[in-house]
């Protein structure tokens, strides 16, 4: 076995820039107690954690994969698409993103007067000064709704108001899956699909394919064997690179944590190649 397939990494993490209560720095202790060589931050629809990242690559000796995970929407449905080695200063990629800032912010606006409509009280006030600076999503109504005693748990929150079909539930974002691959295309970063077993249409899949990704998110904390090998083939198939990682949350998300779901830095020396190619 290389050195390169030894050494472990996570590339799908979250810090309380998103919706993960975990800072930055507590994200590179962790990966260095779990030997990771290499992480990525990969935010909803924001880069506002990388400067911080930057600064503990070097002290914590993980390297770092600047990137984010944007919201898209197909026919209706949310679709994340993973960006990974976006320049983080670009004016461009700045200005995509507080437009995206401003239509989240609406879009929980919108999801709290649904819910007030039907006789569940949210102090719009209270809801954004709890949300701070960090990209609002609806994790951030479920904690709030769960601080007030509304619902027992997240999970009751999201079943019960949240989730798509629920009362509360609005869609709305600012990009088509094809827009999303363009935005980090541009941004100078590669596009990856991620966790493509959550997709309700599997034929969509390869649809999304079509539109340009670079490749697929296989390794996923709950992804079944018989969809890694799938997704594994049609990244074959396809000519396409190959992602995973643990999709941490800080305590947000029980089942899973930073380094659970590892993939080995071939892939990531393989994103790089790539990278290289294109230039």
């Known amino acids: 076995m290389s050195e390169s397939a030894r050494q472990l990494c996570d590339l799908h993490i979250h810090s309380n820039f998103s919706d993960s209560d975990a800072d930055i720095e507590s994200i590179f202790k962790q990966a260095k107690e779990k030997n990771l060589h290499c992480i990525a931050i ?76 039907i006789g569940v009280e949210v102090d719009i006030k209270e809801l954004l000064e709890a949300i701070g600076m960090a990209m609002p999503t609806r994790l951030h109504l479920g904690l709030y709704l769960l601080g007030k005693g509304k ?36 941004s100078g970063g590669l596009s990856f699909l991620a966790h493509p077993h959550m997709i309700s249409n599997q034929a969509w899949v390869k649809e999304f394919i079509d539109f340009g990704l670079d490749g697929l998110e296989i390794n996923y904390s709950n992804m079944s064997p018989v969809k890694k090998i799938l997704y594994t083939q049609m990244a074959s198939e396809h000519n396409l690179l190959k992602s995973g990682g643990s999709d941490a949350h800080g305590s947000y998300k029980e089942f899973t944590q930073v380094g659970k779901v590892t993939v080995p830095y071939e892939w990531v020396q393989a994103m790089k190649g790539r990278l290289e190619r294109k230039k």
């Open 42 to 117: 990969t935010d909803h629809d924001t880069v506002s954690g990388i400067p911080l990242a930057r600064d503990c690559t070097g002290r914590y000796g993980v390297q770092l994969i600047e990137g984010l995970e944007l919201s898209a929407q197909h026919q209706g449905l949310e679709i994340h698409v993973l960006g990974y080695f976006v320049d983080s200063d670009s004016l461009y990629l700045k200005k995509q993103l507080d437009s995206v800032r401003d239509i989240r912010r609406q879009r929980m606006l919108d999801m709290a007067k649904a819910l007030n409509a």
């Open 151 to 186: 619902v027992a748990t997240l999970w009751e929150a999201f079943k019960k108001y949240l989730a798509p079909g629920r009362p509360a539930y609005v869609a709305g974002f600012k990009y088509s899956v094809k827009d999303a691959i363009e935005v980090i295309k541009k």
